[in-house]
């Protein structure tokens, strides 16, 4: 089967730094997504990591090691606008598919 | 500025109802799916399209069918509605060939009762 496992809630104070792990076991694997979605809104896209190392954009970071089968998503300078879900999502099938994980609720306290 | 949009935000249907769910994109992107997103499960694929009048069953079609009769317009239609549908459901639209990066309509909340 396909599978993705995250935490299912993280705590941080303002300021701090985060880190949010992804593991998976798919049939397919072309590369490794993350997704913000604050209740109400729309999922939005934060990175994809198709090789192996570390993408950096802005204060949001994303890693992966295929070896692993093992990503995550690291939030630095935390504000209290990151309180949101996050979802790590694997693009399988060829590509044109993903298979997403349960994903992480973080909660940033002041 | 990209845009999907989802036709209602909140619906409420009875049991054995037939509901339509409408998205619409204005990126004139090929690939365009549906998911529905349940506590500790995240969004898990019912259908996906990759062209008009093409679809493919993702994971969890069983109760689902899907319309894509125009490029822009993807409907999920839930022939009679039960109780275990109740869920939000999110539609997504991406170009075919470029990334990764899926766009999100801002999901509708659908309870059966």
């Known amino acids: 089967g396909q599978s993705l496992e995250q935490p299912s809630e993280v705590t941080a104070v303002e300021g701090a730094i985060v880190q949010i792990n992804c593991t998976y076991q798919?049939?397919?694997?072309?590369?490794l997504s993350w997704y913000q979605h604050h209740d109400g809104g729309a999922p939005t896209f934060l990175s994809y990591?198709?090789?192996?190392g570390l993408e950096e954009t802005g204060r949001f970071s994303s890693f992966l090691s295929r070896s692993d089968s093992y990503g995550y998503l690291l939030l630095q300078e935390l504000q209290m606008k990151d309180s949101a879900s996050y979802f790590c999502?694997?693009?399988?099938?060829?590509?044109?598919?993903?298979?997403f994980g349960p994903g992480t609720r973080l909660s940033v306290l002041p | 500025d990209v845009k999907v949009t989802q036709s209602s935000r909140y619906l409420v249907k009875r049991t054995g109802e037939k509901v339509f769910l409408e998205c619409v994109q204005d990126?004139?992107?090929?690939?365009m799916f549906w998911y529905r997103q349940d506590p500790g499960l995240g969004l898990r694929l019912i259908y996906f399209?990759?062209?008009?009048?093409?679809?493919e069953k993702g994971d969890i079609p069983e109760g689902y069918s899907v319309s894509r009769e125009k490029k822009e317009r993807f409907s999920l239609i839930l022939e009679s509605a039960s109780t275990n549908q109740t869920s939000m459901y999110l539609c997504?639209?991406?170009?075919?060939?470029?990334?990764?990066?899926?766009?999100f309509g801002p999901g509708t909340r659908l309870t059966v009762t």
């Open positions: 990591n198709a090789l192996d």
């Open positions: 999502a694997v693009r399988d099938r060829d590509g044109q598919n993903f298979v």
């Open positions: 997504a639209s991406k170009r075919q060939r470029e990334g990764a990066e899926q766009y």
């Open positions: 990126m004139d992107h090929e690939n």
């Open positions: 798919t049939s397919g694997f072309y590369g």
């Open positions: 399209s990759y062209d008009v009048k093409m679809k």
